[in-house]
């Protein structure tokens, strides 16, 4: 990674408990010795999880000392739970933050006073100037609630307008699809960092679950590949961190910033894909 000079990050989400804090201080720790540009840690539909973000945030970067982005999202909160939180977060020395609109909890009826990511960007700029960087969601295979990808890159560069600095993709397999996404981009005059999320393969039945939510394509090859391992979990992570590094590989030669992964609060599947593009 080093001859590429770019960055990498990765993403954790907060424990329900003892045990799994315990799990991601591990992680955490193990992961900062690649140096990361940042960790980020997510934020539960409509607001969730918002104590145990902040928490998390906190510790890790106490324990790490690597910068820790907080993810917030408008559905669900107000602009007072919010104007809270960024004070919160510029009082903890928080200097980024990863702008989402989130999503709809089953049966909330009040989505909120910020419907839409660019204006909970905007509000950030209109609330602490430049005090943040602004990380946002991009969706090289488009947001799965998108009418079109014209729309989809439409609502993109409405986020970037309002000033958000740079973004994270969703993951994704498929390196053609984020370059062609990038076209697009610079067609647009989209001109920020658009860093690719990567998501290690170490469970096909959860991965397959969490690709369907998302809109993520599994191409079939790897599909059939997948299934054909059975209980064989062994071969299976073996095949992933080929195939993922393999994809790291082709982002960094053309010219990707960086890598984001999103870990699953483990480290294991992830260094294994470091260690091979190093190799």
Known sequence: MENYQRTISFEF?????APAAARLAHTSATLAELNPEFFSVTFGAGGSTRDNTLECVSDINAATG????PHLSCIGSTEDNIRELLEIYQSKGV??????????????R?????????????????????YFHIEVAAYPEFHPQAKSAQDDLINFKRKVDAGADSALTQYF??????????DDCSAANINIPVVPGIMPI???????????ACGAEIPRW???????????????????TDVVTELCATLLEGDAPGLHF????????????????QA
């Open 13 to 17: 989400f907060p424990p329900k408990n």
């Open 66 to 69: 690597v910068e820790v982005a």
């Open 95 to 108: 200097k980024r933050i990863v702008a989402l609109r989130g999503d709809i909890p089953s049966g909330m």
């Open 110 to 130: 009040d989505a909120g006073q910020l419907n839409y990511a660019n204006e909970l960007v905007e509000f950030i700029r209109k609330t602490t100037g430049d």
């Open 173 to 182: 397999f498929n390196a053609d699809a984020y370059f062609r996404f990038l």
């Open 202 to 212: 170490t469970n096909y039945i959860q991965l397959a679950r969490f690709s369907d």
């Open 222 to 240: 790897i599909r059939r590949r997948l299934e054909g391992f059975g209980d064989d979990m062994e071969s299976l992570r073996d095949f992933g």
């Open 262 to 277: 999103y870990t699953m609060n483990q480290a294991t599947a992830t260094l294994a894909i470091w260690r091979q593009l």
